[in-house]
């Protein structure tokens, strides 16, 4: 709630394994067709200590892009399309120290400040497909607000 973050959410008991919950959540949170897009692996479960979720990413290529839009306006606000070439730039990227003490990758796109597991996850898909640029790790801290950009 209240981040920029991947269409996703809890599996129901109608889906088949987290790719058809994936496919399930994105056309129900930004109106993504499941026909135009090609899996390209699950990644290994993650487990997120604030939440206590286990999250398993579904990583796909989204070869047919047409327009997407919110689709339950309570549950996501915007829908937005960032390119890769955006979120590698190094003047939009720095490290976010969180009141836990733990310091973690994050990104400064179009007035967003994209952070927590969305962020460590596109930090660490950039570095594996080799698009990860040289950049400054500026340090700084978890804004009240982290929407506002601030």
Known sequence: AAQTSFPGGVSDATDEGPVAAALRESAEDAGVNPGDVDVVATLPELYIPPTGFR??????????????????????????RIGV?????????LMLHRPT??????FRVRDRLIWGMTAALVDRLLALAGWEQRWEAQVVELPSSPQAGD
């Open 55 to 80: 999250v398993v990413p579904v990583l796909a290529w989204w070869r047919r892009p047409r327009a997407v839009a919110p689709v339950d306006p309570g549950e996501v606000d915007t829908v937005e």
């Open 85 to 93: 070439g955006e979120l590698a730039d190094p003047a939009r990227r």
């Open 101 to 106: 003490g733990i310091i973690l990758p994050a």
